[in-house]
């Protein structure tokens, strides 16, 4: 779902910054540019800035998070979409862009419930080939299918990951820290899109491993244990907290970064409640602890929360809160802001 405007704050202080979306170069990739000298690991991350925590500094300065954030796929080939949105193909230009107008954040989101490639040609009129888009997850996909079939090491060309998906990944963000943009990334997308078309469901997969309902990418199998059960569901997980901790481990040592747990947690339709999907945002916080930096140059983690217990001051560890949908009384407006 694309959101048009985000304005950010930290919890339970605010910083004013309207939230945006494109990408970054390391690597050689499709629209890859000159990368910059500087090397990423000399600058400290974006924090709350130690005069006012009101507010994040950056490189010294305060920080002024402006941008849009409906372009949160810069890190994946779109052919169709290049003169509509951020795509691999045209990050640098759009980086160059959102630089000379002053933009400084966007918005990147990581692991799908979905499959925006297939989404998007199921849209389309009449539909398109129901094929995903290349490299959209940081899963391998075959022959129709994705493989969940992930194997937890250090190295991540040992885990089975898509590794092409992680080096468009961070040519993106490096691109970003070139730029001086904070990257917003989100590390998980649980309740956008048609979630039977995506990388989790049983049908799509290699032996059928998966979620066994749209819920469980964002909640226990089991809600009152706190625990998945099912053969199925846990190797999904495995999957799912290796994609996320090399995630961390690759994009560590960029301090433009700031680590989002899930677009939107709480505003699930059905299934789950805010606290249930609150308790396992609480897991992957801890997930991203152990694979970030050590405290002073570890990261800010976010929380997308909307209502009572899903804030991120119901998170520990977590130093951000965002959210979506606020409305002006006054103006009589109401939008996809964040505040």
Same mark, same amino acid.
């Given at each position: ?13 605010c910083v ?30 974006? #924090? ?31 052919? %169709? ?60 996909? #075959? ?7 992930v194997v ?23 691109? #970003? ?6 990257? %917003? ?78 677009? %939107? ?65 006054? #103006?009589?407006v109401y ?5």
């Open positions: 779902m694309h959101r048009p405007l985000r304005f950010f704050t930290t919890s339970p202080l004013g910054a309207f939230g945006l979306v494109c990408s970054l170069l390391f690597l050689p990739a499709p629209g890859s540019s000159q990368s910059c000298a500087t090397d990423p690991e000399t600058i400290a991350p974006i #924090a709350a800035s130690p005069t006012n925590p009101r507010y994040l500094a950056y490189k010294g300065k305060t920080a002024a998070l402006i941008g849009v954030s409906h372009e949160y796929t810069c890190h994946i080939l779109q052919p %169709e979409r290049n003169s509509l949105y951020c795509t691999l193909a045209n990050y640098p230009t759009v980086f160059s862009t959102l630089n000379t107008r002053k933009n400084t954040v966007i918005r990147l989101w990581a692991a799908f419930n979905h499959s925006p490639g297939r989404d998007f040609q199921a849209r389309k009129s009449p539909p398109g080939p129901d094929v995903p888009f290349a490299n959209e997850h940081p899963f391998k996909y #075959a022959n129709g299918k994705w493989d969940l079939n937890d090491s250090p190295d991540i060309n040992l885990t089975n990951l898509n590794v092409t998906y992680f080096n468009n990944l961070e040519a993106v963000v490096r691109e #970003a820290f070139c730029k001086d943009i904070i990257v %917003e990334l989100t590390l998980l997308d649980p309740w956008d899109g048609e979630w039977s078309l995506g990388p989790f469901h049983v049908a799509n997969t290699v032996g059928g491993i998966g979620f066994g309902a749209k819920r469980q990418f964002l909640s226990f199998e089991n809600l009152s244990t706190k625990q998945d059960v099912s053969d199925p569901v846990k190797k999904a997980r495995t999957a799912q907290r290796v994609a996320v901790t090399h995630l961390v481990q690759r994009l560590k040592k960029y301090p433009n970064v700031i680590w989002e747990v899930a677009n %939107e947690a709480d505003l699930m339709l059905s299934g789950v409640t805010p606290a249930q999907v609150t308790d396992f945002q609480k897991t992957v916080v801890g997930w991203i602890r152990a694979n970030d930096n050590p405290f002073p140059r570890n990261h800010p983690i976010m929380v997308n929360g909307h209502q009572t217990g899903a804030f991120a001051w119901n998170v520990p560890y977590a130093t951000l809160n965002s959210l979506h949908y606020a409305s002006n009384s006054a #103006a009589g939008g996809a802001i964040e505040l």
